[in-house]
Antibody
Framework: QVQLVESGGGVVQPGRSLRLSCAAS????????MHWVRQTPGKGLEWVAL????????YHADSVKGRFTISRDNSKNTLYLQMNSLRAEDTAVYYC??????????????WGLGTTVTVSS | QSVLTQPPSASGTPGQRVTISCSGS????????VHWYQHLPGTAPKLLIY???QRPSGVPDRFSGSKSGTSASLAISGLQSEDEAEYYC???????????FGGGTKLSVL
């Protein structure tokens, strides 16, 4: 069945780095745009980043631009989020999501269960 | 503060019809398609409506979406207790060059 499984979350000190992974299965991963979306404690959903199906186009939210980088390995059916210079306000549950389109603006129709990142000293 | 404005809460009784609004601008809703998501605590968000008014397979026809100008709305008819959740609108913003979510609307079924 169509599935996304995130991993790589944990507790990290401010200023350190973490890399999240999202393993995809049950669909042709290389055909679809992919997103990272987060939910901070007690707040709503916040879009973090988008990568097009081939990885040629990448977009990041202003709140993470210059610190986070989205990437993908279509040969491994895996999406990544490299998070550097982490801040307390990056503490959140991070979801990966599949877009209905290759470009990434068709709506996110498959979501993982999320991985929790806690930034604390 | 999101560029898409939703009411923080909405409520209704079983069987009623409720509407959730999402207000934006010419750089987001006015120029792009709107999608709606349902999110229950501890679960993965679920796509309810895509491209303004399309329903993914498996989503009941009690859920409908529409868009006019720089605003969009989600309507839920025949309200059921399991509809109690947080609802988010989302679209692309040309100025921000990224996706944006509304602040979310917590729906209570009284």
């Amino acid at each position: 069945q169509v599935q996304l499984v995130e991993s790589g979350g944990g507790v990290v000190q401010p200023g350190r780095s973490l890399r999240l992974s999202c393993a995809a299965s049950g669909f042709t991963f290389s055909t679809y745009g992919m997103h990272w979306v987060r939910q901070t404690p007690g707040k709503g959903l916040e879009w973090v980043a988008l990568i097009s199906y081939a990885g040629s186009d990448k977009y990041h939210a202003d709140s993470v631009k210059g610190r986070f980088t989205i990437s993908r390995d279509n040969s491994k059916n895996t999406l990544y989020l490299q998070m550097n210079s982490l801040r307390a306000e990056d503490t959140a549950v991070y979801y990966c999501a599949k877009d209905r389109s290759g470009g990434g603006i068709g709506g996110m129709d498959v979501w993982g269960l999320g991985t929790t990142v806690t930034v604390s000293s | 503060q999101s560029v898409l404005t939703q009411p923080p809460s909405a409520s209704g009784t079983p069987g009623q019809r409720v509407t959730i609004s999402c207000s934006g601008s010419s750089s987001n809703i006015g120029d792009n398609n709107v999608h709606w998501y349902q999110h229950l605590p501890g679960t993965a968000p679920k796509l309810l409506i895509y491209i303004n008014g399309q329903r993914p397979s498996g989503v009941p026809d009690r859920f409908s979406g529409s868009k006019s100008g720089t605003s969009a709305s989600l309507a839920i008819s025949g309200l059921q207790s399991e509809d109690e959740a947080e609802y988010y609108c989302a679209t692309w913003d040309d100025s921000l060059n990224g996706q944006v979510f509304g602040g979310g609307t917590k729906l209570s079924v009284l």
